[in-house]
Each structure stands twice: as C-alpha cells, then as structure tokens.
C-alpha cells in the first residue's frame, strides 16, 4: 500500500460524498464509486451511459473484505488463491449489503481485489466495495489515458467524473478475466487478463 498521499486522501473524500472519481488500475482506467451508495452508482451508469439493469464489478482491498461482500463457491476458492489481487473477477451470491445498482437481479454481484496500489488505497479509504468499471462510455472503446475518456465524454454529452487521479496513458491490457459457478463447473464469462 502506497503511502496515503494528499491526492488519494481528496479522492477518498469524494467517493465518501456520493462522487465519482477516474483512477487507474492494473488493467485500464476505470471508474470508482461507494458501492454501498445507491445514487453514486446511479451516477457512474450516467456518466458511461450504461443502460438501466447493467451492474458493475465491483474492487476491493483485500481478501477479507471481498469475503464479506461475495459467497465464493468452494471451486472458485483455488482460482482466487492464485490471482487475488490480480485481474480475475468473480461472481456469486450477494453478502453484506450493497446499493441495488451494484447487485443483479438474480442477487449475484461481480468482486476482485485488485493488484493496483491507487485502486486498493480508494477501496480501503472507502472502507468496503467500490465500484470499478472501465472509463469508457458504454460501447466505445475502453480508455488507456484520461484525455481519451475526456474526448469521448465531450463528444458524447456526458457528464464528467467529480475527481480525476491521472498517471498519464497507461499500458494497454485486457480487461480482469470474470468467473462463475453454474451447474457444479466454473465457466468464464469473460476471458481476460488471467488466463483459466
């Protein structure tokens, strides 16, 4: 964990207030809110332009946390041995309470622990879940720097982010590989930056 900086410290602030802050992860720039906030996800899916129903994953800041937020299928529990943190995502059945926005209907929820200093230092200053989705808007191409997040906002209309880390471009990697359990055997929902 990277010493707090005063940077970090004002984004923490902000997702404590309902905002929502651009921040960088292991795998693209992503968009972060309190999980556990129904009207900072809503505002997330404003600013992406996400269609209504569509949940997003969500990050941690450590194994623990994620436990009480997720019910980890016994045959998933090797695979977050090995990859947590790390770019693999789960899905099962909600724990703890999150905001409605953040949780499917069937009452699954989306969870990794991610290997970013930046994205665990905003998930521990939030003191639970955040909301960790590409910085893209829905349907265009996910963004490596914060200037092409900017671009596609603008020319879509779309609102902006309430506070921006910016660490410049960052490296172009696939997106965190996601998991599930169906019917006793793992199926990947989406193949990723770990290879299954």
């Known amino acids: ?20 802050v651009l921040f960088p992860t292991e795998t693209s720039y992503g968009l972060a809110a309190d999980a556990m906030n129904p009207r900072a996800v809503r505002r997330v899916s404003e600013i992406k332009g996400r269609e209504p129903g569509k949940t997003p994953p969500l990050i941690c800041a450590d194994r623990k946390t994620a436990e009480e937020y997720v019910v980890l299928d016994p045959l998933l529990v090797p695979l977050v041995d090995e990859h947590w943190p790390g770019a693999l995502t789960v899905v099962g059945k909600v ?28 998930a ?36 902006q982010p309430d506070f921006t880390i910016d660490e410049g471009p960052i490296p172009r990697r696939k997106p965190s590989t996601i998991v599930a359990v169906k019917k006793g055997k793992i199926v990947i929902l989406r193949a990723g930056s770990v290879t299954i």
Do not use: W
Request: glycine share 14%; net charge positive.
């Open 95 to 122: 724990g703890k309470g999150l905001a409605a926005g953040a949780v499917k209907e069937d009452g699954t929820v989306a969870i990794r622990v991610s290997s970013h200093p930046i994205a665990k230092a905003l």
């Open 1 to 20: 964990m990277p010493r707090v900086s005063k940077q970090l410290l004002d984004a923490i602030a902000v997702l404590k207030q309902g905002g929502v």
């Open 124 to 159: 521990k200053g939030v003191g639970g879940p955040i909301v960790a989705t590409s910085a893209n808007v829905s349907g265009l191409a996910t963004c490596y720097s914060v200037s092409a997040f900017l671009k596609q906002l603008k020319a879509a209309g779309h609102p």
